[in-house]
Nanobody
């Protein structure tokens, strides 16, 4: 069973930075797409950033220029570097990966990590 484990959330003041990590582990798989979503009380789940394999990253307009998604293929890990954080960035952040496994193509989620930005 493939699992995604997130780390790196926490409490930070406005203007500060955090880096989220998400590592995939389990039986043989190939990563197709890595992404980060967030879920706030005010809105439904929002796609923050995504990075298909071999393609450029895409970002929500609300985070462009402040957040950077990156991946370490050797570690099966995706990162989200968040700079110039704002209170509106407060949310539970989830990593997501589209993986090809022995069972075929599947969509996998991390457990979520809370990011709280104080004003």
């Amino acid at each position: 069973q493939v699992q995604l484990v997130e780390s790196g959330g926490g409490l930070v003041q406005a203007g500060g930075s955090l880096r989220l990590s998400c590592a995939a582990s389990g039986p043989a798989f190939r990563i197709n797409t890595m992404a980060w979503y967030r879920h706030t009380p005010k809105m439904e789940r929002e796609l923050v950033a995504s990075m298909p394999s071999g393609a450029s990253a895409n970002y929500a307009d609300s985070v462009k220029g402040r957040f950077t998604i990156s991946r370490d293929n050797a570690k099966n890990t995706v990162y989200l570097q968040m700079n110039s954080l704002k209170p509106d960035d407060t949310a539970v952040y989830y990593c997501a990966m589209i993986l090809t496994t022995n069972q075929g193509l599947g969509h996998y989620w991390g457990q979520g990590t809370q990011v709280t930005v104080s004003s």
